[in-house]
């Protein structure tokens, strides 16, 4: 059964947007690692996020601020070998995009040059907007990144829906008009009401992805940790898992233990 594209090319901006005039949905998945990133390249998926939830997945931090460019890269890098089709996107982590166009620049290039990626994400609207002209004016693509940021939890104290009220809603369609005028070429919508999202989406040409946004926008991403249900402790609503690894991991794990603690591992056609 095909459920995705028959198209083997690789994925570039500008398909994404032919995908969206052609009504075709966007996937998009985060992976930060080579084994992962080829599993879901293999599959079929349009677009790889190396997210700064590797700092919740892969580290055990209870936020993404502590996430540093030297270990975004390494991720990046990993998840670069591992991928032929998807087009691969990294987030700029916490306070290297944050009203320095120089410095944002700088650590832009970096990610680009130093990972070999397609384009980064950057949370942020209007107060960062000369960051992200600058990047974008120096030929690097840029998917915005709206609604709930985490990289702003410490502002906000919450991980609730944002833009429920009028003035917050209001401020996330003059961003998001913005950051297709400065030429960002998608925006991730994350936990907004999913008639916002609906209503920015024909709004504006570029895809939106949604995470939480419900199913009027352009394109979904999942961290890949919650979807796969290895990581079993984040339930939001927005979340649907599609397997059950945690489980199959830990089943797994005491068979092996079983086998090895009663001699039943390796026997003589595993052994030289
Ligand atoms: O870091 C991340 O995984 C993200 C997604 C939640 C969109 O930004």
Redesign the pocket.
Known sequence: MSTYSEDKRAVTTHRLWEMKQRGEKITML?AYDYSMAKIIDEAGIDCI?V???ASNTMVGNKT?LPMTLDQMIYHARSVVNGVQRALVVV?MPFGTCSGNPIKSLEAAVRIMKETGADAL?IEGGKEIQEDVKKIIDAGIPVMS?LGLM?QSINKYGTYTVRAKDEKEAQKLIDDCLLMEKIGCFAI?L?KIPASLATDVSKKVSVPIIG?GAGGGVDGQ?L?IHDMMGINKDFSPKFLRRYADLHTIMTEATQNYIKDVKDSNFPNESESY
């Open positions: 985060t996020l997210g700064d939830s993404t987030d994400k990144h985490p991730v994350e995470i991403v961290v």
